[in-house]
């Protein structure tokens, strides 16, 4: 018979991404951010000076999560509260200095990637042994696995790979 079959499937949407690079927060928030946006799967609020975690919206979709070069030292509990379903999350170049703060990061269960590059934690004896321990959920910190593989481009694997780099 032979000939091309016919679907009735809609083409599948995009992916919800939303970039805030270099915009300026006021009292470490972003105004406008809310719970309206649901569908978001992407966000990047790099380097817009943000302080705290505390007025993150609640974001179940949000998959990805870039917040480098911003102020940020603690409270990174709100993240499993409100993003529970982050798999990549980028804190590098802040404030973050001991293990403790990263701890609560072990409520992320589906997180696959971690950047603390540029953070002082950075400089902790047995710095990456310590939170791949802590966080055995991970594959990727700082961009290499725990044998030193780098991570997949996210050109080859749109899931684990890392955007914007």
Known sequence: MGGKKKTNQTPTPKKTILVLD???????????????FKELEFLSMANVELTSLAKLPTLSKLRKLELSDNIISGGLEVLAERCPNLTYLNLS???IKDL????????????KSLDL????IT???DYRDSIFELLQQITYLDGFDQEDNEAPDSEDD????????
């Open 123 to 125: 400089n902790l004896e």
């Open 158 to 165: 749109d899931d684990e790979g890392n955007f914007l780099k």
């Open 93 to 95: 170049g802040n404030k």
């Open 100 to 111: 403790g703060t990263v701890e609560a990061l072990q409520n992320l269960k589906n997180l």
């Open 22 to 36: 270099n915009c300026r927060s006021s009292n470490g928030e972003i105004e406008g951010l809310n719970d309206s």
């Open 117 to 120: 590059f540029n953070c002082e």
